[in-house]
């Protein structure tokens, strides 16, 4: 285990509210991402973080927003649920952008289910 | 466009025999390849990975080949022991990126 926690691990949650998942890691590493992994498709990338309130969108960034104000808090915020964000979510860490010498690291995942 | 593809979505081994895992790309940029393994309800792990200037990586009973040429890379586990069984995945990434490109994984089942 890298120092990696999620928070919370189960979520369910209706069509049209606000939901946030919490992304906290102990390793003091720069590099945080946000994956959703959906059968079919393996892990596709959501947001990452380069540093504190430094961030960009990934391949599915569509209905997400971000936030980092601190280096061990990475928030994943799904401003109005759709059923299509029913998946699980993994947060990554890596200490220097997912190098050769630094893969990145997985947290045990959020399994969100919107209704 | 999949620019990582895992063709198999699963196979069975038996226990102490080899166990090979495929992946291609298109993508000739990427420079970095990576596995990762998946249990249930846990995150994927890292397992190996590989640079585009070698064409093999050794770690204990788990190999990686890269085919530079036929832009392809296998994963060698010998022998099969049954807490392999798992999702593997294979990931790319060129080089200064900070994004992992994913297959969908292969599921991988090691019968004692």
């Known amino acids: 285990d890298a120092g990696i926690t999620q928070s919370p691990r189960h979520k369910v949650t209706e069509t049209g509210t606000p939901v946030t998942l919490r992304c906290h890691q102990t390793?003091?590493?720069?590099?945080m991402y946000w994956y959703r992994q959906d059968p079919g498709h393996g892990l596709r990338l959501i947001h990452y973080?380069?540093?504190?309130?430094?961030?960009d969108k990934g391949e599915v960034s569509d209905g997400y927003s971000v936030s980092r104000s601190k280096t061990e808090d990475f928030l994943l915020t799904l401003e109005s649920a759709t059923s299509s964000q029913t998946s699980v979510y993994f947060c990554?860490?890596?200490?220097?952008?997912?190098?050769?010498?630094?893969?990145?690291?997985f947290g045990n995942g959020t399994r969100l289910t919107v209704t | 466009d999949q620019q990582v593809k895992q063709n198999s979505p699963s196979l069975s081994v038996q226990e102490g025999r080899i166990s090979i895992l495929n992946c291609d790309y298109t993508?000739?940029?990427?420079?970095?390849f990576l596995w990762y393994k998946k249990y249930p309800a846990e995150g994927p792990t890292f397992l190996i990975s590989?640079?585009?200037?070698?064409d093999k990586n050794e770690d204990g009973r788990f190999t990686v080949f890269l085919n530079k040429s036929a832009k392809h890379l296998s994963l060698h586990i010998v022998p099969s022991q049954p807490g392999d069984s798992a999702v593997y995945f294979c990931?790319?990434?060129?080089?200064?990126?900070?994004?992992?490109?994913f297959g969908k994984g292969t599921k991988l089942s090691v019968i004692p």
């Open positions: 990554a860490i890596s200490k220097t952008g997912g190098s050769p010498d630094s893969p990145l690291h």
């Open positions: 390793e003091n590493h720069r590099y």
């Open positions: 973080s380069y540093g504190v309130k430094d961030t």
């Open positions: 993508n000739s940029m990427f420079d970095y």
């Open positions: 590989i640079s585009s200037i070698k």
């Open positions: 990931a790319a990434s060129q080089g200064g990126s900070y994004q992992l490109t």
